[in-house]
């Protein structure tokens, strides 16, 4: 069980909007910044937001980040086919000083 | 161009060893935190390990005392030492950089059986 919670899945249509939201608590999300990771199978995770809310170079701005409190979102608008894929969130966890990552478990896009 | 290149992976019994390799190239490693994460068949991201750019160390609980990071900042490589493995360590082991865990390596498959 991931100390993060996403949702197992979401779908959407093409050129629409999907969020995927990230569950945390105060020693992770709720101290710290949230990343967000795209996976597709036999590849290489790429970073997709840091700090909550900066996207790297290249990273289409159709992708956005967002946080509040214990919580935080990714939102794709003007979904595109080549973004079904496995969506990640990940944040630095402070337990007991003891910095840790933590990662949610992980929500498969569908885009219909 | 920064990559990240794993090795080491293979078949190993239960209670047998492995060690990864992560090759480093396109920036300045030693400046770097770095990360080994795995991902089990059909399962999610789990983080494994870090190394602070002096040598501090972290473990997940589900490998602390059976696994071992370490780097060669000389030979800009990142290591991980698995002990007393199990099956259920049996994953896509990746190397990543930084605190923002910002540039992953394409892994390498451990896995654990009899």
């Known amino acids: 069980q991931s100390v993060l919670t996403q949702p197992p899945s979401a779908s959407g249509t093409p050129g629409q909007r999907v969020t995927i939201s990230c569950s945390g608590s105060s020693s992770n999300i709720g101290s710290n910044t949230v990343y967000w990771y795209q996976h597709l199978p036999g590849t290489a995770p790429k970073l997709l937001i840091y700090?909550?809310?900066q996207r790297p170079s290249g990273v289409p701005d159709r992708f956005s980040g967002s946080k509040s409190g214990t919580s935080a979102s990714l939102a794709i608008s003007g979904l595109q086919s080549e973004d079904e894929a496995d969506y990640y969130c990940a944040a630095w966890d402070d337990t007991l000083n003891d910095f840790r990552v933590v990662f949610g478990g992980g929500t498969k896009l569908t885009v219909l | 161009e920064v990559q990240l290149v794993e090795s080491g992976g293979g078949l190993v019994q239960p209670g047998g060893s492995l060690r990864l390799s992560c090759a480093a190239s396109?920036?300045?490693?030693?400046?770097?935190?770095m990360h080994w994460v795995r991902q089990a068949p059909g399962k999610g991201l789990v983080w494994v390990s870090r190394i602070n750019s002096d040598g501090g160390t972290t473990y997940a609980d589900s490998v602390k005392g059976r696994f071992t990071i370490s780097r060669d900042n000389a030979k800009n490589s990142l290591y991980l030492q698995m002990n007393n493995l199990r099956v259920d360590d049996t994953a896509v082991y990746y190397c990543?950089?930084?605190?923002?865990?910002?540039?992953w390596g394409q892994g390498t498959l451990v896995t654990v059986s009899s």
């Open positions: 700090s909550n809310n």
């Open positions: 990543a950089r930084g605190a923002s865990i910002d540039f």
């Open positions: 396109g920036f300045t490693f030693g400046s770097y935190w």
